[in-house]
Nanobody, 126 residues
Framework: QVQLAEFGGGSVQAGGSLRLSCAAS????????IGWFHQAPGKDREGVAT??????????GDSVRGRWTISQTKGKDSVTVTLQMNNLKVDDTGMYYC?????????????????WGQGTQVTVSS
């Protein structure tokens, strides 16, 4: 059974930094990609960054490219995916969800991911 546990989040002023972590386990061959998705109040969920666990290839949404970095630390039958969020903006406010799935492409699409964490709140104030 795939388990995703999210850590991090919180409140910060614009220009500051936060780090989100997602600890994944129990995925076996059912997951080859883990990513982070942002849902602002009243808006659809959008992919901000994903990483393919085997190749290490990363993908970023336009709004975060150059500001944020996704990385992975592998353990025995587990992995922690970290999202380093720098130069945060007020528009980055919202819920952030860790998601995992097996896919060949479109990793920034929420429909590509089958497994979801509970989400963690990020609030950026001006």
């Amino acid at each position: 059974q795939v388990q995703l546990a999210e850590f991090g989040g919180g409140s910060v002023q614009a220009g500051g930094s936060l780090r989100l972590s997602c600890a994944a386990s129990g995925y076996g061959d059912s997951v080859n990609n883990i990513g982070w998705f942002h849902q602002a109040p009243g808006k659809d969920r959008e992919g901000v960054a994903t990483i393919y666990l085997g190749s290490g290839d990363t993908y970023y949404g336009d709004s975060v490219r150059g500001r944020w970095t996704i990385s992975q630390t592998k353990g025995k039958d587990s992995v922690t995916v970290t999202l380093q969020m720098n130069n945060l903006k007020v528009d980055d406010t919202g819920m952030y969800y860790c998601a995992a799935g097996r896919m060949r492409s479109d990793s920034l699409e929420s429909t590509s991911h089958s497994y979801w964490g509970q989400g963690t709140q990020v609030t950026v104030s001006s």
